[in-house]
C-alpha cells in the first residue's frame, strides 16, 4: 500500500524513493509485524483462555509428561502470525503484483483449514479434528487452484518447468506432470511444518529461518542482474515476494515471544499449515521446489520418521523409534525439551545454509 500510495510521488518528495526499495520495505515489514504481534498478542492469548476453557487438547497417546505441563494452554495462536502477516504484507508490498495476492490467498486457505481442524478438536475435546481425508483434499484443491494461478502468471518457459539444483539453467518441462508435483509440494509443506509442531519454539525458529533463506531467493531470482551472475533462472515479479517473508520472520518473532518454553499459546494447525503451505508455494514460485527440501530439511526428517514409523509397524508390527515424529522419540530417550529444540534448531541453521550454498554451487 506504501509502494501504491507514495512512490508516485517519489519526484515531488525525494524521501519516498525509499519505497521504491524491496530491502527497504521488507526491512519496514518485518518491524510492522513483529510490532502488531506485540499488541495483540497479550489480548488474542487472553480471549482464547476465556473462549477455551480447558486449552488445546492433549493427545493420550503422546509423551505424559505433556498431560500435565501442557494442559490448559490455548490453541489456535497462528491468528496472532495470520493477522501480523497480513497486515504487514498488505502496507509494505507492491499490491499490483499478483505473486503477493498467490501467497496471501494460500496461507489464508490453509489457515482457514487448520482454524476449522483446531476448532473441532476443541468443540469436540479431542485430538482429532477434521477427518483425515476431508481434510487432505480440501488442501489438495486449494493447491491446486494455486498452481495453476501460478503457471497462468508465469512465463511460458517456465511455467511447468523443474529447476535442478547444482546445474546452471537446467529446467527441465513436465507438462501436464507440473501441476500435481507442485501441489505435492505445497500439502507436503504445510503438513510437514504442521508434524514438526510438537515442542514449545520447535516448529517457529526453523519457519522463519526457511522464510529467511526464501526472502533472499526471491529477492535473488526476481533481480535480472543476480540471477545472472548466479546463473538460476529469473522469474519476473518474485523480489517483491520478500516483503512477505519479511512480514512472516517479524511475525514469528512475536509469536516466539509467547510461544517460547514455558508457552503462553500454542500455534495449532491455524498456524503450521498456513505458514507451511506459503512456504512449499513460494518454493514453486521461484523455481526452488527441490532447495525447500534441503532447506526445510528438518521438516523432511519428521515427516520421514512418521512414514517409516507406520510403515514398519504395518509391515512387521515392530516401532522403529519410541515415539513418532521424531522429536518425541527423543523426549521418550529422556532427552530435556530445551535440548531438543535447540538441537533441532542448529540442525535447521545448518541445512538452510546447505540450501543457500546451492545457489553458487552450479
Same mark, same amino acid.
Given at each position: 500500500?506504501?509502494?501504491?500510495?507514495?512512490?508516485?510521488?517519489?519526484?515531488?518528495?525525494?524521501?519516498?524513493?525509499?519505497?521504491?526499495?524491496?530491502?527497504?520495505?521488507?526491512? /519496514?515489514?518485518?518491524?510492522?509485524?513483529?510490532?502488531?504481534?506485540?499488541?495483540?498478542?497479550?489480548?488474542?492469548?487472553?480471549?482464547?483462555?476465556?473462549?477455551?476453557?480447558?486449552?488445546?487438547?492433549?493427545?493420550? $497417546? /503422546?509423551?505424559?509428561? &505433556?498431560?500435565?505441563?501442557?494442559? /490448559?494452554?490455548?490453541?489456535?495462536?497462528?491468528?496472532?502470525?495470520?493477522?501480523?502477516? +497480513?497486515?504487514?504484507?498488505?502496507?509494505?508490498? $507492491?499490491?499490483?503484483?499478483?505473486?503477493?495476492?498467490?501467497?496471501?490467498?494460500?496461507?489464508?486457505?490453509?489457515? #482457514?483449514?487448520?482454524?476449522? $481442524?483446531?476448532?473441532?478438536?476443541?468443540?469436540?475435546?479431542?485430538?482429532?479434528?477434521?477427518?483425515?481425508?476431508?481434510?487432505?483434499?480440501?488442501?489438495?484443491?486449494?493447491?491446486?487452484?494455486?498452481?495453476?494461478?501460478?503457471?497462468?502468471?508465469?512465463?511460458?518457459?517456465?511455467?511447468?518447468?523443474?529447476?535442478?539444483?547444482?546445474?546452471?539453467?537446467?529446467?527441465?518441462?513436465? %507438462?501436464?506432470?507440473?501441476?500435481?508435483?507442485?501441489?505435492?509440494?505445497?500439502?507436503?509443506?504445510?503438513?510437514?511444518?504442521?508434524?514438526?509442531?510438537?515442542?514449545?519454539?520447535?516448529?517457529?525458529?526453523?519457519?522463519? +529461518?526457511?522464510?529467511?533463506?526464501?526472502?533472499?531467493?526471491?529477492?535473488?531470482?526476481?533481480?535480472?542482474?543476480?540471477?545472472?551472475?548466479?546463473?538460476? &533462472?529469473?522469474?519476473?515479479?518474485? /523480489?517483491?515476494?520478500?516483503?512477505?517473508?519479511?512480514?512472516?520472520? %517479524?511475525?514469528?518473532?512475536?509469536?516466539?515471544?509467547?510461544?517460547?518454553?514455558?508457552?503462553?499459546?500454542?500455534?495449532?494447525?491455524?498456524?503450521?499449515?498456513?505458514?507451511?503451505?506459503?512456504?512449499?508455494?513460494?518454493?514453486?514460485?521461484?523455481?526452488?521446489?527441490?532447495?525447500?527440501?534441503?532447506?526445510?530439511?528438518?521438516?523432511?526428517?519428521?515427516?520421514? !520418521?512418521?512414514?517409516?514409523?507406520?510403515? !514398519?509397524?504395518?509391515?512387521?508390527?515392530?516401532?522403529?523409534?519410541?515415539?513418532?515424529?521424531?522429536? &518425541?522419540?527423543?523426549?521418550?530417550?529422556?532427552?530435556?525439551?530445551?535440548?531438543?529444540?535447540?538441537?533441532?534448531?542448529?540442525?535447521?541453521?545448518?541445512?538452510?545454509? #546447505?540450501?543457500?550454498?546451492?545457489?553458487?554451487?552450479?
Amino acid at each position: 500500500m506504501f509502494y501504491n500510495l507514495l512512490v508516485p510521488f517519489a519526484e515531488q518528495i525525494s524521501a519516498f524513493n525509499l519505497f521504491r526499495y524491496i530491502t527497504f520495505r521488507t526491512g /519496514g515489514a518485518v518491524i510492522t509485524a513483529l510490532i502488531i504481534s506485540f499488541l495483540i498478542g497479550p489480548a488474542i492469548i487472553k480471549w482464547f483462555k476465556y473462549i477455551q476453557n480447558e486449552g488445546q487438547p492433549i493427545r493420550n $497417546d /503422546g509423551p505424559r509428561n &505433556h498431560l500435565t505441563r501442557k494442559q /490448559g494452554t490455548p490453541t489456535m495462536g497462528g491468528l496472532l502470525i495470520l493477522v501480523a502477516v +497480513i497486515l504487514s504484507t498488505l502496507l509494505w508490498a $507492491d499490491l499490483t503484483n499478483r505473486y503477493v495476492w498467490v501467497v496471501i490467498v494460500i496461507t489464508l486457505g490453509f489457515g #482457514a483449514v487448520g482454524a476449522a $481442524d483446531d476448532f473441532l478438536k476443541l468443540r469436540w475435546r479431542s485430538s482429532h479434528g477434521i477427518p483425515g481425508a476431508v481434510k487432505l483434499t480440501v488442501e489438495i484443491v486449494i493447491a491446486l487452484a494455486v498452481v495453476l494461478w501460478i503457471t497462468d502468471i508465469a512465463a511460458p518457459s517456465l511455467a511447468t518447468g523443474l529447476s535442478i539444483p547444482f546445474f546452471k539453467n537446467l529446467l527441465l518441462d513436465l %507438462g501436464w506432470m507440473f501441476a500435481p508435483l507442485a501441489v505435492f509440494v505445497v500439502v507436503g509443506a504445510a503438513n510437514a511444518v504442521n508434524l514438526t509442531d510438537g515442542l514449545d519454539g520447535l516448529a517457529i525458529v526453523p519457519v522463519m +529461518i526457511a522464510f529467511s533463506c526464501f526472502a533472499l531467493i526471491s529477492y535473488l531470482v526476481g533481480n535480472t542482474v543476480f540471477s545472472d551472475y548466479l546463473q538460476i &533462472h529469473h522469474v519476473i515479479g518474485t /523480489g517483491e515476494l520478500a516483503v512477505f517473508c519479511g512480514a512472516l520472520v %517479524g511475525a514469528g518473532l512475536g509469536f516466539l515471544w509467547f510461544n517460547a518454553p514455558p508457552a503462553m499459546i500454542f500455534m495449532g494447525d491455524t498456524g503450521s499449515l498456513s505458514m507451511g503451505g506459503a512456504l512449499g508455494t513460494l518454493s514453486v514460485i521461484t523455481k526452488h521446489e527441490m532447495v525447500l527440501a534441503i532447506i526445510g530439511g528438518l521438516f523432511v526428517l519428521e515427516t520421514v !520418521s512418521v512414514i517409516i514409523q507406520v510403515v !514398519s509397524f504395518k509391515l512387521t508390527g515392530r516401532r522403529i523409534f519410541h515415539m513418532a515424529p521424531l522429536h &518425541h522419540h527423543f523426549e521418550q530417550k529422556g532427552w530435556a525439551e530445551s535440548t531438543i529444540v535447540i538441537r533441532f534448531w542448529i540442525i535447521a541453521s545448518i541445512l538452510a545454509l #546447505a540450501g543457500l550454498a546451492t545457489l553458487k554451487l552450479r
